[in-house]
């Protein structure tokens, strides 16, 4: 049974980029062949693939899922919305000195109210006084991972998301499909140009992606939901390249594991 401790090694505070380079696709890309590594770009990809191999990329959109505010109490509060109920109620991460009572009200970005429901394991269910999804886009802040020092800056709204992001009227992700990051128009042209198809799915990265595991035992983490979907036009686009021989290539993990699950 594979333990935290497996997975420990020593990542120094250097190695972690503050901020993206001047062009997306300048991006390094380590390729393995058996054994074997190769330190290239992302501008090689093309070249790695073949015509007729498929790119799957996950089209979610972070949201401003981070607001800041204060209790009825005075105490100050920072929610990080995890995701929007069918019926309009708010999931979220509540970090505060002390605990909010269910019935209790946030005021957030000294702009709007919010009531708490109560709790559900790690996570809080709340009630916006408004449209849920609009509140939080007018309102919030980008989430940017906890990695990185800096609070977000306007050319953060641009960079920390993907080139094909598409709205959702489901809400979207609290943390952007890194990989994705890494492509722009010119690589996407470049692929096109080779022969290499694309495909879109959405998944919609919850909060609880920036929770540690608490378990020594892996076996006994509990990972959190999340929402996702598959178009049949993205069906289509899998069943056809294996059809031809193509190999199906899923870029990031969030695809991936949309791909696994769904399959």
């Not at 497996?6 to 062009?23: C, K, N, S, V, W």
């Not at 609009?134 to 709204?157: K, S």
């Not at 992700?173 to 694309?198: E, I, K, N, Q, Y």
Request: aromatic share 4%; hydrophobic share 45%; glycine share 10%.
């Amino acid at each position: 049974m594979l333990t935290l401790d497996d997975f420990d090694y020593a990542l120094p505070p250097g190695r972690i980029a503050q901020t993206p380079l001047p062009e997306r696709s300048a991006s390094r890309l380590l390729v393995m062949r058996g054994a074997a590594l190769e330190d290239r770009g992302i501008r090689d990809l093309p070249a790695l693939l073949a015509p007729g191999d498929l790119l799957v990329m996950n089209d979610t959109r972070v949201i401003h899922a981070r607001l800041f505010g204060c209790k009825d109490t005075g105490g100050r509060v920072e929610v990080l919305v995890e995701r929007i109920a069918a019926d309009g109620e708010v999931i979220a991460q509540l970090r505060a000195s002390k605990p909010p009572r269910p019935g209790s009200r946030l005021r957030l970005e000294e702009a709007f109210d919010a009531e708490v429901l109560g709790r559900i394991g790690e996570f809080w269910r709340l009630t916006f006084d408004g449209e849920a999804i609009a509140l939080i886009e007018r309102h919030g802040r980008l989430p940017l991972p906890p990695y990185i020092a800096h609070a977000a800056a306007p050319a953060d709204e641009e960079r920390y998301q993907t080139v094909f992001a598409r709205p959702s009227k489901e809400g979207g992700s609290v943390a952007a499909p890194t990989a994705g990051l890494h492509f722009d128009p010119p690589l996407l042209a470049a692929l096109a140009a080779r022969g290499v198809g694309t495909a879109h799915l959405t998944l919609h990265v919850g909060a609880g992606t920036f929770q540690p595991v608490r378990v020594q035992n892996l076996g006994e983490h509990r990972m959190h939901k999340e929402r996702y979907v598959v178009p049949q036009a993205a069906v289509d686009a899998v069943d056809a390249c294996r059809s031809r021989g193509g190999r199906v290539v899923a870029v990031g993990t969030t695809t991936l594991r949309t791909l696994e699950t769904a399959a």
